[in-house]
Each structure stands twice: as structure tokens, then as C-alpha cells.
Nanobody
């Protein structure tokens, strides 16, 4: 009964910025961590950034210094601020939620970085 919904994707030029949002709802649960994954055309899904409920974060080397992940435990939401975007960042971005009763994925949101 858990719903995970992403938003904020779109088309942006190289060097531009986007902010992705993800909100979990539907059932009473405690969140352990939330994260963002992405899957580009012809590629496997990969971890972009993750964050625990305590605010400890980690990033893929390819996005360090450009992306920032944050969590709002009260809202059961996670955000990904993406700056200095590159064409290789183009992918469908998925939100994952790890909680006391298991885990859940969102439907994904498309990010396209192109001139």
C-alpha cells in the first residue's frame, strides 16, 4: 500500500540544473533510507545517490560535486538537486525507498540533457 512518486524531470541544456522530488505515502512505516537510481538507453540501472534517515549521504563518483541529495523525514520525501548537467546524465531516474516493512520503487522520471 506504499506509493512512491517522482517528479521534476524534463529537458535541459548542458550546464543547466534540475531538481527531482520523490514522495512516499500510503502506509504507516519508518524509513531507513531513500535513494536515486538512473538507467540510460542501453545501460543497466545504477545508483546515483543515497541518503539515510539520519542524513548520511553517498554519491556515485560521476556526480560528486554536481548533485546533492536531501531528505525530509516528516514529509517522507527525498530530493536530488542536479547542477552542471551533462549529456551523459540523460536517463530515467528512479526513486527507491527502504523502510521497516520492505522497499518500494517509483515509476521513474525522464531527464534529458541536450542542446
Amino acid at each position: 500500500q506504499v506509493q512512491v512518486v517522482e517528479s521534476g524531470g524534463g529537458l535541459v541544456q548542458p550546464g543547466g540544473s534540475l531538481r527531482l522530488s520523490c514522495a512516499a505515502s500510503g502506509s504507516m512505516f519508518a524509513i531507513y533510507a531513500m535513494g536515486w537510481y538512473r538507467q540510460g538507453p542501453g545501460k543497466q540501472r545504477e545508483l546515483v545517490a543515497g541518503i539515510t534517515s539520519g542524513g548520511v549521504s553517498n554519491y556515485a563518483d560521476s556526480v560528486k560535486g554536481r548533485f546533492t541529495i536531501s531528505i525530509d523525514n516528516a514529509k517522507k520525501s527525498v530530493y536530488l538537486q542536479m547542477n552542471s548537467l551533462k549529456p551523459e546524465d540523460t536517463a530515467v531516474y528512479y526513486c527507491n525507498v527502504a523502510f521497516s516493512r520492505g522497499g518500494a520503487w517509483g515509476q521513474g522520471t525522464q531527464v534529458t540533457v541536450s542542446s
